[in-house]
């Protein structure tokens, strides 16, 4: 039973536009979630993050918004860069000493 | 600079043996972690250790073994009990389980032959 879920396995968007990852949970207990970028072959690197107490948070050309009604997150990169191509993970945490939960990832190819 | 550092980078291990992965950080973080990435599965929390000595089971244990001797230290055993082990494995390590971001080492692919 997966509690987070990214239901786009990819995404193709051309260079200068908006991309759009999308994530939704199940367990409206989760209080803190995090977006993270990974390339081939290598590690996720942390992207961007937010609170269950706010609804968007912006870091450059990367906001993330929460609906926690919906119980759904989006992260938003514009304009799109063709090294923004990799594989982009929502996670989401409990408080209480529990470990992060992760979807199965949306690979975004940006494309020139 | 600190980081985490896994190694080795690629691993290959025949059927029926035991293999270690390594993992280090030298970020003083207290608690570190272990992570499968198989393909169209996202990351699965193989263990996890909050502290020196002390560690817990994540979603998917079975067939693997970690210890955590050392803060900085925290090695995972693939054992030969694990029956489908090829797979990219991520350590990672956080400053405490609540509410931080969490640094990645670079992976290390294992592969059966």
């Known amino acids: 039973d997966q509690q987070v879920k ?43 993050s937010i609170s269950s107490i706010k609804d968007k948070n912006e870091d450059g050309r990367f906001t993330v918004f ?12 514009v304009p ?6 990799a594989v982009y993970f929502c996670a989401a945490e409990l408080s209480g000493n529990t470990p992060l939960v992760f979807g199965k990832g949306t690979r975004l190819s940006v494309i020139a | ?34 992570y499968r990435q198989d393909p169209g599965q996202g990351l699965r929390l193989i263990y996890y250790s909050q502290i020196v000595n002390d560690f ?15 803060k900085e230290s925290f090695p995972l055993t693939v054992t030969s009990a694990q029956k489908n082990p090829t797979a990219f494995y991520l350590c990672a390590s956080t400053r ?8 990645f080492g670079q992976g290390t692919r294992l592969t059966v032959v």
């Open chain 1, 66 to 77: 929460l609906n926690k009604s919906a119980k759904h997150l989006s992260l938003h990169i």
């Open chain 2, 1 to 34: 600079d600190g980081g985490i550092t896994q190694s080795p980078k690629y691993l290959f291990r025949k059927e029926g043996q035991n293999v270690t992965l390594s993992c280090e950080q030298n970020l003083n973080h207290d608690a570190m972690y272990w």
């Open chain 1, 80 to 85: 799109s860069q063709p090294g923004d191509s």
């Open chain 2, 96 to 103: 405490g389980l609540l509410n931080t971001e969490a640094f």
């Open chain 1, 6 to 48: 990214q239901n786009s396995p990819s995404l193709s968007v051309q260079e200068g536009r908006i991309s759009i990852l999308n994530c939704d949970y199940t367990n409206s207990m989760f209080d803190y979630f995090l977006w993270y970028k990974k390339y081939p072959a290598e590690g996720p690197t942390f992207l961007i």
């Open chain 2, 56 to 70: 817990q089971k994540g979603d998917i244990a079975e067939g693997y073994s970690v210890s955590r001797e050392k």
